[in-house]
């Protein structure tokens, strides 16, 4: 099969760019499922099943609207198991990070989760090209790592789980599905169009994540609500935190290299600690805005970094 051709700077830029919204966008979404939960008492996995088919459903009204059903069939024509692999993956990762802060606490979960991802992607790269990383490329990650590392931590610190063993074992399968999610859905990203990409992985994780959700309402979770303010607070999920996150992240995969896209959502957990200060009052200490800052650098050192061809 031959290799695509290189993504040209303006384009590589611009996918790292729509890569950065999807992160930006995904750290609104702590604060949202904190606004439903002071609201009722609804468990995460509940609401994280809820903001998939709300997304699902969405994107699949799109789909209709822009006349793209046919691209979904041909995805599942052409690569069935792969796009339910990346569907699936996105559950599992979102699950198990979910079940990782119960057992561990947000540090130990978020840092673990996001922070191993950009490592393995950098090694599995490593390995296809067969060649170390340059000084450059590792460079930028350590930066990232280390901000991440300082935000999250100064963030939540303090804060700790009942089952620390469990709870780290959970936050590696979360960043393991979450790097398996970005090195299957890139090729996919090659020949699908973003949307298309988008719904039909949206729809089989929805649907992944049903019985679980299931599940967690036979264990005392409220599954349904009126209340305005949570209705739209789980729309606000499923369009803005899902469809259009993960529809940007697709895109951007179409000339972002797999571990440099997972470099620059680590803007997740940024953009949460500056919502976080700004919305709940909590205080950004001089670490936090290091890591702060050096996940900026870290991203912003990416888009200096030539274009590579797509694997």
Do not use: C, N
């Not at 970005?182 to 988008?198: D, F, K, M, V």
């Not at 739209?232 to 899902?242: A, K, N, Q, R, S």
Request: charged letters at 5%; a positive charge.
């Amino acid at each position: 099969m031959s290799r695509s051709t290189p993504a040209s700077p303006l384009s590589a830029r611009a996918g790292l760019v729509q890569v950065s919204l999807a992160g930006v966008l995904w750290g609104t979404g702590g604060l949202a499922v904190q606004v439903v939960r002071d609201v009722l008492p609804m468990s995460v996995l509940v609401i994280s099943a809820w903001r998939m088919v709300v997304a699902a459903l969405v994107l699949a009204a799109a789909l209709v609207l822009t006349r793209q059903v046919a691209g979904v069939v041909r995805l599942l024509r052409t690569h069935p198991w792969q796009a339910a692999l990346v569907g699936t993956a996105t559950a599992t990762y979102q699950a198990l990070y979910f079940a990782s802060v119960v057992q561990v606490g947000v540090t130990v979960a978020t840092v673990v989760s996001l922070g191993l991802a950009p490592v393995l992607l950098t090694l599995g790269e490593a390995v296809r090209d067969r060649r170390v990383p340059d000084a450059g490329h590792l460079l930028v990650l350590g930066a990232a790592l280390t901000g991440l590392l300082l935000v999250s931590g100064t963030a939540h610190a303090g804060e700790t789980g009942p089952h620390p063993l469990l709870g780290l074992l959970l936050a590696v399968g979360s960043g393991s599905a979450y790097a398996l999610t970005t090195a299957l859905g890139r090729p996919l990203a090659q020949t699908s169009s973003p949307l298309a990409l988008t719904t039909t992985t949206t729809t089989v994780g929805a649907l992944a994540l049903l019985p679980v959700a299931a599940l967690s309402a036979l264990s005392g979770s409220p599954v349904l609500t009126a209340d305005p303010v949570a209705l739209g607070t789980l729309l606000y999920l499923g369009v803005m935190t899902m469809a259009l996150a993960y529809g940007l992240l697709y895109a951007g995969l179409r000339t972002t290299p797999g571990s440099a896209a997972v470099v620059a959502t680590l803007l997740e957990p940024v953009t949460a600690a500056v919502v976080a200060a700004i919305f709940l009052g909590e205080r950004l200490g001089p670490l936090a805005v290091l890591g702060t800052a050096l996940i900026l650098l870290a991203v912003a050192g990416l888009g200096r970094k030539p274009a590579v061809p797509p694997g």
